[in-house]
Every structure is written in C-alpha cells, then in structure tokens.
C-alpha cells in the first residue's frame, strides 16, 4: 500500500506581458502534473505575480481566470503581490496531499468572499483559510477586517487562535515607519500589536504558531494559516538554541512608539513539528541571519544567506529534535522552501548558494522586503520525516 504524503511543487510562467495568458500557463502546467497522480487532493495554494500597476484589476482578472481554469477552483488561494526572481512574473505553489485513500476527506467552503479547505482523516481536522483586506484607506483597518474575517471562521469551525500551527503574514510595505500623533509607528510593529490583540484570547498549550512575516508590494494584507485539532495529534514547538524566540525579543529591535505602550513581540515559534495518523510535517518559519536576537553580517548577503541556512539546519538536526521530544526512526526530508530576497540585483548570489545545500528541492525565490531594514535574505522551509 502506498504511504500518504505530503508534495509541494512550484509552477511558474516566463510570459511577462499577459497576467491572464500568464496565470493559464502556470494552471496548465498543473494540470500535467496532476496526471502522474491517481489519488491526490490539493490542500493550499499561493499565487504569487507582480502587478501590473492596478492591483484591484489584477485580482479581478486572476480571480476570473481561476474561477474558468483551476480544475478545483474552491481551493483558497492567496493572492500575494511579490515578483518571482528568475524569469516571468507568475508563480503558483500548490500543496498535495497524494496516496490519500478512502480516509481522507476534503471540503470546500467559501464566507465572506474568503475560501476554505477542510481535510478530515481519522478523527484529526485541518482548517486552512486564506483572508485579505486591500481597500481600506489605512493599512490598520485593512489589518482589523482581516483579523476579523479570520476570527470569524475559525469560530464558525469549531477552532480558536491557538489551533493555528503555521501561519503567512503578506504586509504591504512592511518596514515603513511612519509618525503621526499617536507617535512613530511601523506596519510590521502594528501587525504584530494586532496579532497579540486575536491571540491573547486563546491559551496557546503547545506554541505559538510556525510563522512568515513578509513584505509585499500594495495590496493591504494577506493572512494565510493552517489550523488542526484532534485526538491523535502531535505538536511540538521547536526552538533553535543560537537564537531567542521571537516572542521574548526585547525592546531594543522593536519598531515604533505605538499607543504608548509596551510593544508587543513577534508571536510565533521558530518552527513546529505536526504530527496525526502516521502523517507528519515539520514547518520552519520565515529565518534570517539572527543570532540571539541581533542581526549578523550586516551588509553581507552572502554572509546572511549561509548564516540563515546554519540556523535552519540546527533547528531540524537530529539532536535539536531529540531535545524537543522527537526521536522518530524516520529520515528527515526536506519538501520546498522559499526565499524572499530584497534587492533583485543579489538574486543569482542567493540562488547559487541555495542550490549548493538544497539542490534540485522545488523552490521559489521571491523579490520582498524583510521584518528587518538590515536583513537581506529570509528562508522558509517545509520538511517531512519518512521511513
């Protein structure tokens, strides 16, 4: 009996003048690919594009050709405005499930414009939910209807903050800073008052979640996150002993005088091992070149990239995950990663080095501002242990 899995692969079209023509080509792409699987089911995907200039006609256009195209066209996609590096401006990511069998049930809803999955498979559930806000004026209200939106369906489907186990934060221009008589203030700070403010009404037993923090260009915020819950499952919070949860940083890498408080910190674990029912994954969260709780190689990016790829490399080493518990015979494989880069100009450095420790792993490198000014490079990364 074949063993159900998890497959995450990338399709991407290298037409730079038609978004449409451009997004067909990614769906048929996927489309052939789809055939070398008799049992598969399709769990997420993200789109990935450079607008065009008018971001609230782009969606219009890339929802319609979804809604004609995509061969299962209730799947939540998010829509994410970040230019893929290395040819044309498209780029579709697809999550699998394949080998699924009779146990494994898949359900399609759609609230509020938003689109969910929800996958069932003996006594374990899994939620995942896309949502967006692009049309308010202020980037704090697109952030409140959001954090509403999401609030909303995980209660509609019997889950809180606290089931989320990884989560895609897209932020329009996220390291702004901007003043006004509230004090000085950062978008990516605002996020994460915002994020405190939703999760603070959850106990979070086993961790907060995996978590990407990413700029994007227009387009508000995008908010992806897969949530689970059952009997059977397994969730370990994963910590990298060279650097500081997030969720203690100090003040001193904070941004911003907001609301004349006490900032809240990032809230998210450096990575989470999921386990139900024989399936596993291992999600590592949006890293960079930080040790402890300072930015290294600064200026570097050469330097950052190999820094970040230690410290992905140490969170998921046998011993760290002895540490926290995990002491599975199986091999540790990796399944995709991506890598947001913010100047294009340091793309073919950043790839080369990639490739040498990664090789052939389906990947995407994205043009995006990071968390930090000073960070160059960020790397996100999804492994699977299998016997």
């Not at 186990?165 to 003043?179: A, K, L, M, P």
């Not at 260009?217 to 897969?226: A, K, L, Q």
């Not at 995709?336 to 995407?364: H, L, M, N, R, W």
């Amino acid at each position: 009996m074949l063993q159900t899995q998890f497959k995450i692969d990338f399709f991407r079209s290298n037409n730079n003048e038609n978004l449409s023509l451009a997004l067909i080509e990614c769906l048929s792409q996927l489309n052939n690919h789809l055939l070398s699987y008799n049992d598969y089911k399709i769990l997420k995907s993200t789109l990935h594009f450079q607008s065009g200039g008018n971001y609230s006609q782009d969606i219009i256009t890339i929802r319609s050709v979804l809604d004609n195209n995509f061969p299962n066209h209730q799947i939540p996609i998010s829509i994410v405005n970040q230019l893929p590096l290395g040819g044309g401006r498209t780029c579709l990511e697809v999550w699998f499930v394949i080998n699924c069998g009779i146990d494994i049930t898949l359900q399609h809803k759609s609230k509020n414009g938003n689109r969910l999955t929800l996958l069932e498979f003996n006594g374990f559930s899994c939620l995942k939910v896309s949502v967006y806000s692009h049309d308010q004026k202020l980037f704090e209200d697109n952030l409140k209807k959001a954090f509403e939106d999401l609030h909303i369906i995980l209660k509609d489907e019997g889950y809180e903050f606290s089931d989320i186990v990884r989560q895609w934060n897209y932020i329009n221009d996220i390291v702004i800073e901007e003043s006004n008589e509230i004090g000085k203030h950062q978008n990516y700070q605002i996020f994460n008052e915002y994020r405190a403010l939703y999760y603070n009404r959850s106990e979070f037993k086993y961790g907060y979640p995996a978590s990407t923090g990413i700029g994007m260009n227009n387009g508000g915020i995008v908010i992806e996150v897969i949530a689970q819950k059952g009997e059977n499952c397994l969730i370990v919070p994963l910590q990298n002993p060279k650097q500081l949860d997030a969720h203690h940083y100090s003040e001193n890498v904070l941004k911003g005088e907001l609301r004349e408080r006490v900032l809240s910190r990032p809230m998210f674990e450096r990575g989470k091992y999921c386990e139900a029912n024989g399936l596993n994954l291992l999600f590592v969260s949006g890293t960079a070149s930080i040790i402890g709780e300072d930015t290294i190689h600064i200026g570097d990016v050469k330097g950052q990239v190999h820094t970040t790829i230690d410290n992905i490399n140490l969170l998921i080493s046998e011993i760290n995950l002895k540490n926290h518990g995990i002491t599975k015979n199986e091999k540790i494989q990796i399944l995709s990663y991506v890598v947001y880069i913010k100047y294009a100009s340091d793309f073919e450095a950043v790839q080369s080095i990639c490739k040498q420790y990664y090789g052939d792993t389906p990947a995407v490198f994205l043009l995006a501002d990071i968390c930090r000014n000073e960070l160059l490079v960020e790397i996100e990364a999804n492994y699977q242990l299998r016997g």
